[in-house]
């Protein structure tokens, strides 16, 4: 549809950092206690539909509600013991469930989920990805014939789906993707199927060069494949530089449709989506990068929705010594001062700096890119506020 800008004037990159994730996925043991906010990823509160003392099974839908928003599902097997308000990373509150109950790895399948899911009607797969949970995910949520996303399905312009790793101690491609290639590009078809045959551009990082082959060889066969090979420079991902990559060419009203029905997603959203569909599973888990030297071990973790970044805190990191926690964008989140918030559908990236005895973060590089940095940034965002 356009062309791609692979690079922009200014950013910088980061290249490989110590304590980069650099082991497979490996799932975190499931806790006998959880609290699941009733507002995850895009849109409203759900409304809880259950009550104290209810027997729950993983999987079982225990929010939903006609507004704009998308269920939410118990994560362990157990008896809801109350109903209370929690925090996240930033101190925003929403109300939530707790569960107590048993660390079983059993859970409810969503009915009427095929690995042959061209064989459906797109509305029905469409049906499939809502009531997994997965259309809260995304930017946007992802549309579907119910309110679940702030796009209407008639205004879908495509999908854009993010895989740069330009943001430190991201999930690396070579990690994460490259063994879910097969699962990942079904993620893409049904995403394609579902949205009535819309383009699906995937910009992704120009040095794993391997995915990029793999891709580009499956377009013969899906001609509404769009490959972007892009340099992982920072902050490319930034959502008004990436639209400009994406859309370069369009004139500036096609450009603001395009932008206003781009349905954008991460390589872990696409993997919630084909499990869903293909495997019946619905979203009870996130897929959580564990970054920088304070961690015993530098592997992403599969933790079920729900059990607190204390217990992650507490069983990964060298505790014996002075850390510096961040949740996701090291460059722009605040440090943590607790770390009792649940893992939710957001949940991405967990960052532990070791501290010296000056006080400073422990990696004199991160400390000199973020002074290199600072100009550059200062000029994009006062170019933003313009606009």
């Not at 006998?32 to 507002?39: F, G, Y």
Request: glycine share 8%; hydrophobic share 40%.
């Amino acid at each position: 549809m356009f062309g791609l800008q692979r690079s922009f004037s200014g950013g910088t990159f980061f290249g490989r950092l110590e304590g980069d994730i650099q082991y497979p996925v490996e799932s975190f043991s499931i806790p006998t206690r959880v609290t699941i906010p009733l507002q995850q990823g895009f849109g409203e509160p759900t409304l809880p539909i259950v009550k104290i003392g209810d027997e729950v099974q993983a999987g079982q839908m225990i929010g939903a509600g006609e507004q704009l928003c998308s269920p939410v599902h118990a994560t362990i097997n157990g008896r809801i013991t109350a109903f209370e308000e929690v925090a996240d990373s930033k101190g925003n509150k929403v109300a939530g469930v707790v569960i107590e109950g048993e660390d079983s790895s059993d859970f409810i399948r969503l009915s009427k989920f095929s690995p042959r899911f061209e064989k459906k009607k797109p509305a029905d797969i469409r049906a499939l990805i809502y009531r997994s949970g997965a259309a809260a995910l995304g930017e946007k949520g992802i549309p579907t014939q119910f309110k679940s996303s702030s796009i209407s399905l008639e205004n879908v312009s495509g999908v854009v789906m993010t895989a740069l790793n330009s943001i430190p101690f991201s999930l690396k491609n070579e990690v994460f993707l490259k063994p879910r290639l097969h699962q990942f590009l079904t993620g893409l078809s049904i995403l394609h199927f579902a949205l009535e045959n819309k383009p699906v551009y995937v910009v992704i990082n120009s040095e794993d060069e391997g995915i990029v082959t793999f891709l580009k060889f499956h377009q013969k066969e899906h001609p509404w494949l769009k490959i972007l090979p892009t340099k992982p420079k920072y902050p490319q991902e930034h959502k008004a530089l990436l639209w400009d990559s994406v859309f370069k060419g369009a004139s500036k009203k096609k450009k603001k449709e395009a932008v206003e029905g781009a349905v954008s997603l991460d390589v872990t959203d696409v993997i919630h989506v084909y499990e869903a569909v293909v495997e019946g599973y619905p979203v009870i888990d996130q897929f959580i990068a564990l970054g920088g030297t304070g961690f015993v071990r530098n592997a992403p973790l599969r933790a079920r929705i729900g059990t607190s970044f204390h217990d992650i805190v507490m069983s990964q990191t060298k505790r014996e010594q002075k850390l510096r926690l961040i949740e996701g964008n090291f460059l722009t989140e605040p440090i943590l001062t607790e770390f009792n918030f649940p893992v939710t559908k957001t949940s991405r990236r967990l960052i532990a700096l070791i501290e010296s005895r000056d006080n400073q973060i422990h990696s004199s590089f991160i400390q000199r890119t973020k002074k290199e940095l600072a100009p550059f940034l200062n000029r994009f965002f006062l170019t933003l506020n313009k606009k």
